[in-house]
């Protein structure tokens, strides 16, 4: 029990500081305005990273994530800047610096930019969780094969403390289910057949009535037509 509790520490301080090192107490407005008058290739990848901090929070706060009315929650609490961020912030995706391209696709995919899943992809990954996340609420289901990946990565590198990667793979299981793919069907059905561990087939479980429910309703506005 403590190896654990000190793995969800270790994690809280990663991912509550790798995405930037200062504080973000600024209104977005103002980052907003630092930013339109930046130079692209000065860093300035902290000031981007603050636009979209509350990601850190749906990471560690996998159980509030896992609400099906999270993704409007945060739209509602983007949608004032949504505009300005998506004027501002796409020049950053030119910049010279992998830093301010990383930071400006993250804040991008957060405030669901339509063109933001192509840089995003393209850009290297730090934190894995963070990134579903972002998935999730950009809401492109290409991203699908990609978290299914992490999940199976996760599980193969914690066999031996399975217990340890819960978080992880919580995070990953949310993520699919605001994406509702199809495509994750069978890969959700193999985790609730699994005898390990065990915890995690409810949430394994809501994606699976989450997927089924959306390809009801698809099924039947077919018929409908």
């Known amino acids: 029990m403590k190896s654990a509790g000190l793995f969800f520490v270790s994690f809280l301080l990663f991912i509550t500081s790798a995405s930037f090192a200062g504080e973000c107490t600024e209104p977005r407005e103002l980052y907003l305005g630092k930013l339109a008058a930046t130079d692209i290739d000065k860093d300035c990848s902290e000031d981007i990273s603050c636009l979209s901090s509350r990601a850190n929070y749906f990471v560690l706060g996998y159980e509030y994530f896992a609400s ?11 949608e004032a800047s949504r505009k300005m961020v998506w004027a501002v912030l796409p020049k950053f995706l030119k910049s010279r610096l992998e830093i301010n391209r990383r930071a400006a696709a993250e804040t991008l995919a957060y405030y669901r930019w339509p063109g933001a899943y192509e840089y995003l992809a393209g850009c290297a990954i730090s934190q894995p969780e963070r990134r579903a996340v972002l998935y999730a609420i950009l809401g492109d289901k290409r991203a699908v094969p990609w ?4 999940y199976r990565k996760i599980d193969s590198a914690y066999r031996k403390n399975p217990g340890q990667s819960y978080p992880m793979k919580m995070t990953f299981l949310n993520a699919l289910y605001h994406l509702a793919s199809p495509e994750s069907l069978s890969f959700v059905e193999e985790i609730i057949g699994s005898p390990r561990p065990e915890k995690i087939k409810p949430r394994a479980i809501k994606v699976k009535q989450k997927i ?9 506005i077919k018929n409908k037509d």
Request: proline share 4%; net charge negative; charged share 40%.
């Open 68 to 78: 099906p009315a999270a993704i409007g929650k945060i739209d509602k609490e983007n």
């Open 147 to 150: 978290i299914i990946e992490q």
């Open 212 to 220: 089924e429910e959306k390809l009801g309703k698809t099924e039947a």
